[in-house]
């Protein structure tokens, strides 16, 4: 049974950085998919990132080139490195899962979520 647990949420002013980490157990499957949703009040939930246990990477159009999505294969832990925060990266953000290499941001069948770490860009 996979298990995500998140960690690294917090508060930051705009313009700044934090790190999220994913803890992934259970993994037994050989093409894996991870990755990265979030979800602000009021709005609907969002993919950010993905990954593959093969490398391949993707990213939703509004944190292209500021979000940086990263997996550890051997102790099966997802990070999200955020750099260049902004008031609308504020949300719930929760670590996903599912089997198989058709990983992307707009995918709706993740089948395992983590509890969610929240993210505040504020001044």
């Known amino acids: 049974q996979v298990q995500l647990v998140e960690s690294g949420g917090g508060s930051v002013p705009p313009g700044g950085s934090l790190k999220l980490t994913c803890a992934a157990s259970?993994?037994?499957?050989?093409?894996?998919?991870m990755g990265w949703f979030r979800q602000a009040p009021g709005k609907e939930r969002e993919g950010v990132a993905t990954?593959?246990?093969?490398?391949?990477?993707k990213y939703g159009d509004s944190v292209k080139g500021r979000f940086t999505i990263g997996l550890n294969n051997v102790n099966n832990t997802l990070s999200l490195q955020m750099d260049d925060l902004k008031p609308e990266d504020t949300a719930e953000y929760y670590c996903?899962?599912?089997?198989?290499?058709?990983?992307?941001?707009?995918?709706?069948?993740?089948?395992?979520w983590g509890q969610g770490t929240q993210v505040t860009v504020s001044s």
């Open positions: 259970g993994l037994t499957a050989t093409y894996r998919c």
């Open positions: 990954v593959t246990n093969y490398g391949g990477k």
């Open positions: 996903v899962y599912k089997d198989g290499l058709a990983c992307d941001p707009r995918s709706t069948d993740f089948t395992v």
